[in-house]
């Protein structure tokens, strides 16, 4: 089954975008409003995000528009009876969309949303913690483990962080979700690691390396970081790549060499980078752009750590996508960590339907962060890695607005 994503300023506008792509037939699996949170100042506006296909017994088999088309759909939620109309004051701005099913329930509360969440949680085989069955008559406490599933948060971990903000709140704060959410961020602002970014010195030159699998956004974030330390910060710059298997990827470095006017060197062995380096001798800034390993060759591996040392990188960050899954990611690190690495670059935010799969990965390698990147805009799409910040992010939408 084919799902596709489609993002715009309103509901209405999504699915004008879904009917004019999938046709009237298409069927609407989920919506829910969307802007990265740790992202926010740099100007990031409200999207709306529809999820659709055209092949999904579970949802109408036609594009709902309103909700009363939703209603009016009744045949489709396993009930012949005609679904009783909701009414739609219930449905405020500063709710997050829910799943075209849940639209139809005339119970819409926190407690609902849970019920729909750990009856979903069931539905994928995973097993209820005592502590969620136990949530569901308290309305603060349950819709604060409701969202942070939605965000992809492992239901142990979400079980764990609720409990102990249950056991620390005072009883008048369980139903404050504003409150509640500010505590998820404190515990896991102190869980994660450092950030840190790369940080040039007054007459001494910096060597960084970028390294990863194929496809997470390596050439681009070091565009990215070039320009901000070539326009931004007036530093004198210089690239080199050793990203030569892939197509076309020497021209897409260069054109973003030659708009930054930036020196640019390409390399193919280690003696090749040795000479590279002696010419850039004096740049303030050297980033080096290596080609896409896969974690479970060891002998790319190898070469690459060859041609680090020849470079005599101070810096190897490694970039991953958050769109991985945390099993993926952890292998990852643990593959390129006889490289070198010194910190993670987390790319993709725009594109990952929730982080909270990233919480035991940051809490458990404890690598530094250094930045994050949401888009493929040059230089705008990235921003340097902050924990507050990260930790809003991961919480999801309802961090976002308290933070506002």
Known sequence: MEIKTYRAASVQEALALVRADLGPDAAVLHTRE?????????GAGRQIEVLATTDDSRVPSRLVETLDDVYDAGDVYE???PLPRTDTSLFSDDEPFLPAQALARTDFDPQSRFR???ADTAHNGVELSELAQQLAPDDGLARLYAELLAEQWPSEIAADFVERVRSQADPQEHHDSACLRQRVAKLLEAQLPACR??????????????VGPTGVGKTTTI?????EFRVRQRKRV??????????????????YADILDLPMEVVATPREMRGAIQRMADLDLIMVDTAGRSPRDAVQLQELKAML????????HLVLSTVASSLSLTKTIEQFHGVGITSLVLTKFDEAHGLGHLIDLLRTKRLPISYVTHGQNVPDDI??????????????RGGERDAA
């Not at 921003?383 to 999801?396: F, N, S, V, W, Y």
């Open 309 to 316: 040392a020849e470079a005599r990188a101070h810096e190897a």
């Open 197 to 210: 970014q790369i940080v040039l010195e007054p007459g001494e030159q910096r060597i960084v390396a970028l």
């Open 238 to 255: 210089g690239l080199v790549t050793v990203d030569t298997y892939r197509i076309a990827a020497v021209e897409q470095l260069r054109t």
């Open 79 to 81: 009930s012949a009876e």
């Open 116 to 118: 729909q969440q750990l």
């Open 34 to 42: 969307v802007a990265p949170g740790m992202l926010r100042w740099l």
């Open 223 to 227: 565009a990215k970081l070039g320009a």
């Open 383 to 396: 921003a340097p890695a902050a924990r507050r910040e990260l930790a809003m992010a991961i919480i999801g």
